[in-house]
């Protein structure tokens, strides 16, 4: 039946064999001489039934007179399980009819290993997402300081500075120069349209007009 349990740990061990064997001949190996050896509710076949143990992968290298290669268990137990399991396989002395040994390389928790990976993550969602947020208050609390409410413009053949809603507003300011501007685009008003000299330009004039209201502030 396919495995279906959440792999907690990955038992590996290696062997080797004083003869020529087969895969399956090592599968059959852990399979059969570790049967009864833990009580009937530790058997591997029982394991696998309950999706306790999965598929047990082998890789094995054939020379002239033995085989030799290493073997994985993927379990879903608890490491008391896992280090039973392991004596039991490390105690397996045949493989057909050739002498062999078992030998336990590591028990690997995969948790930890996806924890470790899931703390690399969120620390990198963290970074990420925080300097955007800083990135973007900074760039609200500049919109705010240097009053992004509207920006400045120019009006007319002269290129008075003016704020960009000069032109939509049904009311106008009248002021002095660039820097009033400025400062009133930080109090909130873009309705705002420079003279820039001691002589009003007739442009100024025709824009008045079209206004419902206008006002000035100048400096003394």
């Not at 995969?110 to 990976?117: M, T, Y």
């Not at 955007?132 to 705010?144: F, I, N, P, R």
């Not at 704020?163 to 309705?191: H, Q």
Request: with cysteine; charged share 30%.
């Amino acid at each position: 039946m396919p495995y279906t349990g959440i792999v907690k740990y990955h038992v590996k061990l290696s062997f080797e064999v004083d003869g020529l064997v087969e895969r399956a001949d090592i599968i059959g190996a852990i399979f059969g001489q570790t049967e009864g050896l833990l009580g009937p509710e530790l058997n591997l076949n029982e394991l696998q039934r309950l999706s306790k143990v999965g598929r047990i992968e082998v890789h094995s290298t054939a020379t002239e007179n033995n085989t030799s290669g290493d073997a994985l268990l993927p379990m879903s137990t608890d490491i008391d399980t896992c280090a039973l399991i392991s004596a039991a396989i490390e105690s397996i002395d045949k493989v057909g009819p050739f002498d062999c040994k078992f030998a336990l390389q590591a028990i690997d928790d995969v948790r930890a290993s996806k924890k470790e990976d899931i703390v690399r993550r969120a620390k990198a969602i963290k970074q990420k997402w925080s300097t955007k947020s800083v990135s973007e208050g900074d760039t609200m609390l500049k919109d705010v300081h240097e009053g992004k409410s509207g920006k400045i413009t120019t009006y007319g053949p002269n290129k008075l500075h003016c704020g960009t809603g000069a032109f939509d507003s049904p009311w106008i300011i009248l002021v002095e120069g660039r820097a009033d501007i400025l400062n009133l685009l930080r109090a909130g008003y873009d309705n705002t349209l420079a003279i820039e000299g001691a002589k009003i330009d007739e442009s100024i004039k025709d824009l008045c007009v079209s206004k419902k209201e206008c006002c000035s502030i100048f400096r003394r």
